[in-house]
């Protein structure tokens, strides 16, 4: 029950990290060179950087929470 909790949270805090890098340096783009493309879509999103990012920052968190854990400050 403990591995599922700990996997549990490792989703929830990479899905919160990811959340709030998304917006972080998107720029719509200046003219819609597809016809029917949405003008408020992102130039050049950059999904793969920031879902990296949020993957280094949800393991810098979940270490912090894994050890909050093991220290028994938290209990499972």
Request: hydrophobic residues 55%; glycine residues 12%.
């Given at each position: 029950m403990r591995d599922i909790v700990l996997g549990g949270a490792f989703i929830i805090l990479w899905w919160f990290a990811l959340l709030i890098i998304l917006p972080i340096g998107v720029h719509a783009e200046e003219s819609a060179s597809v016809a029917g493309a949405d003008p408020?879509?992102?130039?050049?999103?950059?999904?793969?950087?920031?879902?990296?990012?949020?993957?280094?920052?949800a393991i810098v968190l979940w270490g912090i929470f894994y050890a909050l854990v093991l220290a028994g400050v938290v209990q499972l």
């Open positions: 408020g879509a992102p130039a050049k999103p950059k999904l793969m950087m920031k879902a990296g990012i949020a993957t280094a920052i």
